[in-house]
């Protein structure tokens, strides 16, 4: 699943590492929707309600534009769908946030976006997750791995000045009229598969990333690429790296950089044993029992017999500190 994100860099930024090459192998740069650029604000902390920046075909808003162009557009995180009947986009019912790929193609949410060919790009820095292990939960910062400097153009396409890629998540979106009047709301989920390799270990979910700007191209391009053949793109990737970083993050007011700074995770103390565990823990270590020797056929004991002290077997030893165990311990003396 992915239910929080990072997105840190400014508009102008955006748009710069999401250069492309069109049809014409023309190097382009998308232009932000008008009036978008200011909807958008960067955040260490975006969570389900707020805005990021998405990347789609530039045709869904010029009808005459051709498919392959791209746009970018601020849109609300958790799709609302068109034919929602309320005024009042809050009181959506269901967790629209992300789908999954495995049933995205039945539910009446998204079957229709799917197949009318509003498929999108949802940009970050990287995503997070949390680990599940002893009741605890432990945040994890997700992301593709920097830019190397002998890698080709290609391979350097959406990333920033500092070689940073920024990840390309495969959604899906809508837009959704009020009924008593008012601006259109557009709105996305993120497109959810099985984890891979690299992090199932962490969660099980993860969103479907496209790697490179092929697949992106593919994805976006609804005009060229029918559903049936981009559904094919949306699988696990094995091309990313993660880092532990602070629970912060759970909060999502705190909006700092603290909330991507990796963390070293210290190992868990053992659990402190009690006074009586460790005497019981020093006397299993330093008394190992006796093989058990063959009983042999008693006669009467005299009656002299019972003053001699017993021998101090094991069990005797045992007997004596449990004895000792359950006395009171003496009343130290008033100062």
Known sequence: MCGRTACTLAPDDISKACEYRNKGEEQKRPRWREGDSDKYKPSYNKCPQSNSPVLLSLKHFQKD??????????????LIPSWFTESDPSKMQYNTSNCRSDTMAEKTLYKGPLFKGKRCVILADGFYEWRRQDGEKQPYYIYFPPVKAEQSPDEKDSTDDNGRRLLTMAGLFDCWEPPNGGEPLYSYTVITVDASKTMNWIHDRMPAILDGDEEIQKWLDFGEVPAKEALKLIHPIENIIYHPVSTVVNNSRNNTPECIVPLILKPKKEPALSAS????LEWLQSKSPKKEEPREVLKSPKLSQYAV?????????MHQWLKR???PSPKRPKR
């Open 309 to 317: 002290s017993p021998k101090k077997t094991s069990a005797g030893l």
């Open 65 to 78: 534009a051709d498919s392959s162009e791209r746009v970018l557009a601020a849109m609300r995180w958790g």
């Open 325 to 327: 165990e359950g006395e």
């Open 277 to 280: 565990s460790k005497k019981m």
